[in-house]
């Protein structure tokens, strides 16, 4: 989201997130956005490489991204990037 001004504002952006997704989507989020591959991602978190695609196509679907490399701008945007 952009402020009165026009620049996006980070901490807004974070809210949105947790507030429309799952905290189990902005894990998925996290790791994609780390470029970890859906194998990979299925991997860390115990999942079917399908619930793990699952998982990504509602996030971009709820954030409006089409996909990763949009999904990575708007973590970047919105200041959501967590650690590895």
Known sequence: MKNRRGFWDGKAGRHIVNRILSAREREVMELIVHGYS???????????????STYK?????????????????????????GKK
């Open 38 to 52: 859906l194998s990979t991602i299925a991997d860390k978190l115990y999942l079917s490489i399908k619930t793990v």
């Open 57 to 81: 196509t509602r996030l971009l679907q709820k954030l409006g991204c089409t996909q990763n490399s949009e999904l990575v701008d708007y973590a970047l945007r919105h200041n959501i990037l």
